[in-house]
């Protein structure tokens, strides 16, 4: 079983990131382009393991380990 | 000679690179603006270490899009000299300059410290002053100095001497081989993870990194 | 200094007795950052501040945003940072939610030092339960600016430009200043106010255009958003000049739609500083911004009417005069009254402490054998000390700071204090910063005015003149009387303490409401010392330089143990008084080590502090990172109790090592400025050797050293 | 029109951030965790253009800045 995890700034929260993107995209002349945003994409390989399980799991590790629930949050794809 | 240090927003090394060369060594130093095109006639460009756009996305990754790149490209494809330290080895890499990547350090921590280096390559413009195999002790600071790149680029790498310093001892950050610092084919191209800048004055505890810029003016005076 | 946020309604009365004024002061409390001269033409700007509240919620961001603030104060000033420092107190190392703060923290402190490109060259950290529930994150900065070219954040000149510049304005913090004075309830994390997240990159392009901006001579004063954001730098700006400003708020950058005024005048939105022009020069000061890619409007106008006007849709939203504002809050005098329980944890009877500790050391050694002498008594009291988190090595932390960048770093972290060479003279500078807030529990005043001399110390051991100090005063709920006596106290003990070095405060920062549920934190006012060496060369590490040395030890033995680390971790007891402090024997102390260091005859120093003889001498024999190591052998005759000996921490103490031949010379010097001292031992072998106490090989205490700080994730 | 980029290291590429947040996840106790790939995220607000040009632009954008096609892969949805 395999689970994607995307982890994303929640809203309001200054993406530095995202800005100094978003600037060089215009630089290279991209001017379409009217904000960015930077997150993370994890893939999980997870052994024999039951899909509500899985979830429960995973879920546990963002809360934990993988996003910082205080400015992230994460959504998860198994 | 004349030295041109590259200042793009982020980099935070160019002034301890300015430092060097131009006060120490009495030089012509320039800084070199990053949305400027022109080189001022340098004969050694000079990227510094630093948080070039705060390292974001990927080291080095927005800098090379400036417009001083594309003569800075330019320049390393005629045989000027270039010397990327720290995040210029970042910028170097992404620009293509040259080959491989520099990734997380295995630690995943940021490592400040004095390391050993052994100069595996005396023969290049950049460390004709040092003997070969010697053991230099040159600080790193850096986040991501973990050099990786695939089997047939470090094959070439070791078989045309292109690898010019190997971490000694400790390796500090997970680089393949122990890298941690290359040159390009022609010879004119290094990139390096630690700061020899940082250890060119006996007021700071050492200068094994001053004979590398003493090798780059030897190089310059023969050539003429 | 002394913010709002921070209760200054509380604290002024008490903060009005702090020294502030002396020969070398430029400026002192009141701007942005407090100033001194070190001659040249030059001034070093420095101040500390507090981020505890932040830090705990959000570690990461909230210790980098807390450097991103000190360091605008900084160069706010016209001054380059040149290096910052930190004071950190952590729970208990085993509590379960400190390896996750402690990780975060000094992440966070590399992240924002790092990328911005100052070197983080010292600092302090400390491991104890009554920060279980509320952390202490204190950020010092200095940096180097020539006097004729400070700035200060004046608003003067009536029809001069407001320019806002840099980072756009979005609900940052919006509570912010509010919340960090609240006492942190049960529960209270599960709020999650909104984090502030720093943007190092983007300070960096503002000092740069700051610098640049002021070096056109078109900017009349400047002063960066911090707490309060847009609201206290243009209140402050125009009350310090005595005028007027009128803002739109059309014209500042947003970063989120639909803002309220409230919210855009609030906003602590990071990165963000606000300056008034000349007239008629504005675009001089706006294309430097903008060569650096950096939002920057005119948002205002200074006026000569005393009012802060801002309109917004072009309707006027706030009129208010700024006079009665700021000068009339209001200030109290709150009760005090010394807790019922001090005398009670002032009393220690030793006779009760037994002698041999029977306490197993935590970290038995497989290697035992090598080197260990068989009658040593004393050993595995002595290793559980050098592992103990609080005097374990910090490399852990330093090396995840850059502390070269610059080529300014002389003295590297490790030391007693950093040494900075100031480029383009021979002088250089130290820096240091200190608390001992167990110290500060059982004796306020003597805790706080320890802290002080304990900085001076550290100085001088490194070759430098002290000279000027910065505070950071961080206690419990003011609105407890005995809080208050704390602080009082505390404040006269620095008041003391700074008088007798002559080292005034020139800048700082008070941080009140530190508590979770009743607990509150121990009083922690930490102190920062800024010295000075005339020859940058002549500077001393504490680190022996050779075999063979002749080990000195300046000052005496005492049978003191009250407080210290000793009791702490041995026997578990928090009891007693902080020793004595004699201010004519610290400064016949320090004359005798800056004699010895200048004249080249000293070559080590190092201070005696928390673990005492013991593990001072241990820390003049470990070098991180350097094998080999050099031990000692010491002999020392004292009519004291063994572990007083080894492990009290008696003030007026330094270790210093000279070549043999030099050794009389020193006790001369030392005979003439009336400082006990005396030959000790002889550095050399790989043993770490005390009378018949104490011998144990240095590859061991070496690991125990560096492992003890190695708090495992998670 | 917005679009989703998701940033994946090439198979072979050795990737120390996803080695140690598996560390850590073991460390933490979730041993069923037989692989971790860390990756990006990146989500894009473009202005009013047309699919097939935003999907020429977006493309653009990954070879030329996004993503470094030496050692990372990259996927668009629109
Ligand atoms: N949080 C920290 N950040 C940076 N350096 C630190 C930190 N904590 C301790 N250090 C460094 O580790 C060394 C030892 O610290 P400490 O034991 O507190 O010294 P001292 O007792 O002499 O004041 C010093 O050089 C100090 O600067
Ligand atoms: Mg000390």
Redesign the interface.
Known sequence: MNAKIYITLKPGVLDPQGKAVKHSLETLGFNEVADVRVGKFIELKLGDIARSEAEKKVKEMCEKLLANTVIESYKIEL | MKFGIIVF??S??D??CF?VPN?ILKQETAYLWH?DKDLKGVDCVIIP???S??????CG??AK??PIMKSVVQFANGGGLVLGICNGFQVLT?AGLLPG?L????????????VQLKVENNETSFTKKYKKDEIISV?I?H?DG?Y?CDEVTLKRLEAKKQIVFRYHGENPN?AMANIAGIINERGNVLGMMP?P??V??D???AHDGLKLFESVIACHCEER | MWSEQSSYKSSKIHLKKLPTTGAFVVQGPGENAGIIDIGDGLCVAFKMESHNHPSFIEPFQGAATGVGGILRDVFTMGARPIANLNSLRFGAADHPKTPHLLKGVVSGIAHYGNCFGVPTVGGEVYFDECYNGNILVNAFAAGIVKKEEIFKGFASGIGNPVIYIGSKTGRDGIHGATMASDVFGGGNEERRPTVQVGDPFTEKLLLEACLEAMKTGAIVGIQDMGAAGLTSSSFEMASRAGTGIEMDLDKVPLREEGMTPYEIMLSESQERMLAVVQKGRENEVLDILKKWDLDAEVVGIVTNDGHMRVRKGGEIVVDLPIAPLVHAAPVYERPIKRPAWQDKVQKLDLKKIMQVPVAPSPHPSPSRGEGEGGGAIYNSAFKKLISSPNIASKAWIYRQYDHMIGTDTVVLPGSDAAVLRIKGTNKGIALTVDCNSRWCYLDPYWGAAHAIAENARNLVASGATPRAVTDCLNFGNPERPEIMWQFEQACLGLSEACRQFETPIVSGNVSLYNETGKEAIYPTPVCAMVGVLEDVTKHATQFFKGEGDAIILLGENTDELGGSEYLKVIHNKVAGTPPVLDFAREKSLHKVTLTGIARGIIKSAHDVSVGGLAVALAECCLREGRNPVIGAAVEINANLRHDALLFGEAAARIIVSCSPKDADLLLTIAKSFGCPASVIGTSGGRNLKINDLIDIGLDEIYNLWIGGLLITDH
Request: charged share 20%; with cysteine; proline share 4%.
């Open positions: 927003p982020g935070n090394c002034r301890d430092h006060n949305k270490g630093g948080f756009y705060g390292d974001y996305l990927r990754a927005i899009q400036s992404e990547v990734m997380r350090n295995s630690s995943l921590t940021f490592i400040c410290k004095h600080p600071a986040n973990n990786y997970g700061h800048e940082r060119s004055e007021i700071l505890g």
